[in-house]
């Protein structure tokens, strides 16, 4: 960017920068919780299968919105909208 004179207020560089933000809010805020709650419910002296597929499918949810939102921010750098 900097080599190139890019802007950070790029409508390209600020979405990326906002993707990364979000993914970065829903690794540490929903998928972090999820896979705690799981560490603690499959190591416990008897684990409960149903809130163990509950946790497995927070946790895969959130794996997928994390995928989605870096998927996005990788066809905004490769594509640059707005430039």
Do not use: C, N
Request: net charge positive.
């Amino acid at each position: 960017m900097l080599v190139q004179s890019h802007s950070f207020t790029e409508l390209w560089i600020l979405l990326a920068l906002g993707g990364f933000a979000l993914a970065f809010v829903v690794g540490v805020g929903f998928m972090a919780r999820a896979g705690i709650e799981l560490g603690r419910v499959v190591t416990a002296a008897t684990p409960d299968v149903t809130r163990t597929r509950a946790l497995v499918g927070r946790w895969v949810t959130g794996y997928s919105a994390m995928l989605a939102i870096l998927l996005f921010v990788l066809w905004d750098m490769v594509f640059k909208p707005g430039m």
